[in-house]
Structures are given as structure tokens and as C-alpha cells.
């Protein structure tokens, strides 16, 4: 018999392990009963619990978002997804990305309308936002497990040192700074203006 789904806030940690593996289906269960956080699953079976952003962090998200949302118009071809989206992976674990693209091979034979639950698929482009919260090696471990797991292209973006990690497979990561930054690969032609995400935290 499960524990009550419900969490308190106050009284809880950053992560938590259970003594047995969370289930997508008991996952899901705890995301639906706990909307004040957002969860995820490492590939050890850990669970992660990310509270909501603060106001910067938040604009500055949304900014991103908007302005792949505004690229993704210009062609229509597959699709954008926002933090509140998450993703199961091939090596088990589930990640909310806080900006993502999936072209249209990955999305094939899939229906958004037909499917029940978090999708199987991982993203061909993950943006990363750090927040004041954020631990930043967990976050570089995460982008690693993104890349892992099949992402193309990864960016964190580091809004506190006015600079972005780029990640590809098989390379190093590169450091990025300025007031934009130019895709490649699934993302070829857009252009993230970071002057605009920088001014969401003057």
C-alpha cells in the first residue's frame, strides 16, 4: 500500500529515495497530487523535487520560450516543449527540461491525441535555465544524462555569469558568451537573443 501522495513542503529535502523503484504509474500520481513541485527521476531511481522558480528565473524562462516558440512558427515542423513537460528516457530516468525541441523524425508514429502519460522520447534540443537554486553540478551531471540519452544539442544557460554551456555528443562542452547565441544542428537557423533573458534579471 502506498504512502499518502501528497507532500509537505515545509518539512521536505531536495530529493528522496524510496526503498522500492518509483513506477511511471505512482510518478505520474505523485506529479498530479503535488502541482506546487515539479519532480524527476535520475537514472539511479532517485526523486528529484524542483519548487517553483522565482520571478526572474521564471521571466526569463518564458522568454526562451517564446522566442523558440516564434522559430518554430517559421517552419511548423515538430515541436516545442516548456518546463512543464517532461520526458521519459531510455536509461529510466524522467527530466523536465526547461525548454525543449523534437524534430520531426523523432516524433514519428507518435500522437500527442492518442498518448496516455509523460512520452517515451527524448528531445533532439534541451535549454537548461539555472536558477539561484540550482546546484550547478547537478545541473551539468543532468545535461551529460540528456546527451546520454540521445539530445543533439544542450545549452545551460547561466544567467548570474552572463554565459551559456553549449553541449554536443561527444565533445566538450564550450562556454558562450555575449548577447546571442546561434543553433545548429536540429535547431540550425534559430537565434536566441540573450540580451533579452539577461534583461529579465536587471
Given at each position: 500500500?502506498?504512502?499518502?501522495?501528497?507532500?509537505?513542503?515545509?518539512?521536505?529535502?531536495?530529493?528522496?529515495?524510496?526503498?522500492?523503484?518509483?513506477?511511471?504509474?505512482?510518478?505520474?500520481?505523485?506529479?498530479?497530487?503535488?502541482?506546487?513541485?515539479?519532480f524527476?527521476?535520475?537514472?539511479?531511481?532517485?526523486?528529484?523535487?524542483?519548487?517553483?522558480?522565482?520571478?526572474?528565473?521564471?521571466?526569463?524562462?518564458?522568454?526562451?520560450?517564446?522566442?523558440?516558440?516564434?522559430?518554430?512558427?517559421?517552419?511548423?515542423?515538430?515541436r516545442?516543449?516548456?518546463?512543464?513537460?517532461?520526458?521519459?528516457?531510455?536509461?529510466?530516468?524522467?527530466?523536465?527540461?526547461?525548454?525543449?525541441?523534437?524534430?520531426?523524425?523523432?516524433?514519428?508514429?507518435?500522437?500527442?491525441?492518442?498518448?496516455?502519460?509523460?512520452?517515451?522520447?527524448?528531445?533532439d534540443?534541451?535549454?537548461?535555465?539555472?536558477?539561484?537554486?540550482?546546484?550547478?553540478?547537478?545541473?551539468?551531471?543532468?545535461?551529460?544524462?540528456?546527451?546520454?540519452?540521445?539530445?543533439?544539442l544542450?545549452w545551460?544557460?547561466?544567467?548570474?555569469?552572463?554565459?551559456v554551456?553549449?553541449?554536443?555528443?561527444?565533445?566538450?562542452?564550450?562556454?558562450?558568451?555575449?548577447?546571442?547565441?546561434?543553433?545548429?544542428?536540429?535547431?540550425?537557423?534559430?537565434?536566441?537573443?540573450?540580451?533579452e533573458?539577461?534583461?529579465?534579471?536587471?
Open positions: 500500500m502506498h504512502a499518502p501522495l501528497h507532500l509537505d513542503p515545509e518539512a521536505l529535502p531536495c530529493s528522496l529515495a524510496w526503498s522500492q523503484p518509483v513506477s511511471d504509474e505512482l510518478l505520474e500520481a505523485l506529479c498530479a497530487a503535488n502541482d506546487e513541485f515539479q524527476e527521476r535520475t537514472r539511479h531511481g532517485t526523486i528529484r523535487l524542483n519548487p517553483p522558480t522565482e520571478l526572474a528565473a521564471s521571466d526569463g524562462n518564458a522568454e526562451i520560450i517564446h522566442q523558440l516558440r516564434v522559430w518554430w512558427k517559421s517552419h511548423r515542423k515538430g516545442v516543449a516548456d518546463s512543464n513537460g517532461g520526458f521519459y528516457l531510455r536509461d529510466g530516468s524522467m527530466f523536465s527540461p526547461d525548454a525543449a525541441y523534437l524534430t520531426e523524425n523523432t516524433l514519428a508514429g507518435f500522437s500527442a491525441g492518442k498518448a496516455r502519460g509523460l512520452p517515451h522520447l527524448c528531445p534540443f534541451v535549454v537548461e535555465l539555472l536558477s539561484r537554486s540550482d546546484r550547478g553540478g547537478e545541473a551539468r551531471d543532468k545535461m551529460e544524462d540528456w546527451l546520454a540519452n540521445g539530445v543533439q544542450g545551460l544557460v547561466d544567467p548570474y555569469r552572463r554565459q554551456l553549449v553541449y554536443r555528443p561527444g565533445e566538450p562542452p564550450v562556454t558562450v558568451s555575449g548577447n546571442s547565441l546561434q543553433g545548429s544542428g536540429p535547431v540550425d537557423g534559430f537565434v536566441l537573443d540573450l540580451s533573458v539577461w534583461s529579465c534579471y536587471l
